[in-house]
């Protein structure tokens, strides 16, 4: 099965912050949802460009895009830059 990748945006100086703050919220809804969901974290990308992702099975991509409303999303396929639940 294929793993996509949920990606937050977020730029400009407090990008960083900002960011690790979003990773909190969504352990907190993985929590609250008690979905299967392993893998979330952030990537500092430039000084000026943070993201902040969580990784699911594709076939449970849907409700948690029109849940969450990520900016963007991609197949995962490093296993860089992540945390554990």
């Given at each position: 099965m294929?793993?996509?990748?949920?990606?937050?945006?977020f730029?400009?100086?407090?990008?960083?912050?900002?960011?690790?703050?979003?990773?909190i919220?969504?352990?907190?809804?993985?929590?609250?949802?008690?979905?299967?969901?392993?893998i979330?974290?952030?990537?500092?990308?430039?000084?000026?460009?943070?993201?902040?992702?969580l990784?699911?099975d594709?076939?449970?991509?849907?409700?948690?895009?029109d849940?969450l409303?990520?900016?963007?999303?991609?197949l995962?396929?490093?296993?860089?830059?992540?945390s554990?639940?």
């Open positions: 294929r793993r996509l990748k949920l990606i937050w945006d730029y400009g100086p407090n990008a960083s912050h900002i960011a690790k703050h979003h990773e919220h969504l352990k907190e809804y993985i929590q609250l949802e008690k979905l299967d969901i392993q979330t974290g952030f990537e500092n990308l430039t000084n000026n460009h943070t993201i902040a992702f990784v699911v594709e076939n449970k991509m849907k409700p948690l895009r849940a409303k990520p900016h963007r999303g991609q995962y396929t490093k296993q860089q830059h992540e554990k639940i």
